[in-house]
């Protein structure tokens, strides 16, 4: 038999579904992959089962309903202050890894440089190779994450084609700041590139910070991409509706890869997502509010027991050192070995290096209700000896 790609060929299974088959076969308490485990919002429910019993229950327009799109684009004004064009410069996708798909097969030709910031989401590598792109990787060290400026404009060059942002940062829990988005702003300018930015926790940030979004910077509006997600801002992520804003000459080639990916997406998931992204702020209050205790709660726990707890600016995770326990082996071992032994599933954060040498924090997910994270708190508690209090 001929090979298949060699690309994605050579890529195992995700970390994630790993360390879930792991918990799942050992009854583990799972702190691993980031989902919510509650409803969402009732009445963004409602609406969508509403939608389907009134329909039309056929393909939607490509690019996604006007509903839909006229209310990421109220989102966008209300938030950010963009003055956006509903009908040229946004773009309805099936989840925030297909807009992402989309941006990158239609961006990038063969043989063009691509900045990533490392760690990074584990798809981030496997659709810039697949597309043709050359990885150049700038690393960022725990336990501050800070931006490494001088490495940055190292891997800037005139064959550099766009930045790959995530902000706030999955797996670092890092929000870049309005300075260090300036030094990104400089170098995309200079070399006349692009950003793709991944912005699916743009409401999941904490300790009075705002999320700050490198397309309203000055000279900016015609060189990024915004990535927005339902999943995470509904906390509804088997739903996949995600959204780009872009404008309308860089959105084209988007479009055109995303009609030939998957062409459309649900259209009562759809019409569902509108109502939410229309609810006030309370709602966007509450969300970041509830996931802060929720962070609080996890992250008091696991100091408790021992860990060293690094900081946590945004998302679901917070990055825990597990060296205090007196554990010799690796991140990978460790989490295979508390969930086997003390029935908790987390994620070695070396899975989410590309180039990496950091190998003593695992990744756990707090968006979890309380009594679930309580439970995995006493469960490592009584395995390492030191017991909630």
Known sequence: MKPANSILSGYGTTVFEVMSQLARAHDAVNLGQGFPDDRGPEDVLRAAADAV???PNQYPPMTGIPELRQAVAAHGRRFYGLDIDWQREVLVTSGATEALASCLFGLIEPGDEVVLFDPLYDSYLPIVRRAGGIP???????PAWD???????AAFSDRTKLVLLNTPMNPAAKVFTREELGEIAALLEKHDAYAVCDEVYEHIVFDGRRHESLITLPGMRERCLKIGSAGKTFSLTGWKV??????PALLAPVMRAHQF??????????????HGLEKGAEYFDGLAGGMQAKRDRLAAGLTRIGFEVLPCEGTYFVNADFRPLGFNGDDEAFC???????KVAAIPVSALYAEGSVRNYARFCFAKRDE???EAVDRLGRFFGAGRA
């Open 261 to 274: 990916l998957v062409f459309t997406t649900p259209p009562n998931l759809q019409r569902a997502v509108a």
């Open 147 to 153: 931006l490494p400026v001088e490495r940055l404009k």
């Open 372 to 374: 679930i994270l309580d």
């Open 242 to 247: 995600g959204y780009v804003t872009a404008a």
């Open 336 to 342: 295979k070995h508390i969930t086997a032994e003390a």
């Open 136 to 142: 150049k990787l700038v690393p960022l060290a725990p």
């Open 53 to 55: 019993i009134d329909g």
